[in-house]
């Protein structure tokens, strides 16, 4: 049983911030590579930003800069904090883990979550 719950996510004006978070209910969650990856209407889901079992993460150009992907192996949660957001970042916020090094995988995935809606909007 592998659960992935994100959270946090709401409406918020352009330049604000948020922190959305991803409990994980998963064994080993230390050595997995974690990333997330959002899904705005009419759009296909990309990649955000990972983070890997060592902690390095890596961004998206389109959230270089705003955007910081942190996590806590205690809680087994991983972070996603929000700087400056744009009407570009409205989407839905999912977060999953990949067995594979590669957070794209297509068959690395553990699980996917409902999500949690990111609007941004003045």
């Known amino acids: 049983q592998v659960q992935f719950v994100e959270s946090g996510g709401g409406l918020v004006q352009p330049g604000g911030s948020l922190r959305l978070s991803c409990a994980a209910s998963v064994s080993f969650f230390r050595l997995y590579t974690i990333g997330w990856y959002r899904q705005a209407p009419g759009k296909q889901r990309e990649l955000v930003g990972y983070i890997t079992n060592g902690g390095s993460t890596n961004y998206a150009d389109s959230v270089k800069g705003r955007f910081t992907i942190s996590k806590d192996n205690a809680k087994n949660t991983v972070y996603l904090q929000m700087n400056s957001l744009e009407p570009e970042d409205t989407a839905v916020y999912y977060c999953?883990?990949?067995?594979?090094?590669?957070?794209?995988?297509?068959?690395?995935?553990?699980?996917w979550g409902q999500g949690t809606q990111v609007t941004v909007s003045s």
């Open positions: 999953n883990g990949n067995r594979n090094g590669d957070p794209s995988n297509l068959f690395g995935f553990l699980s």
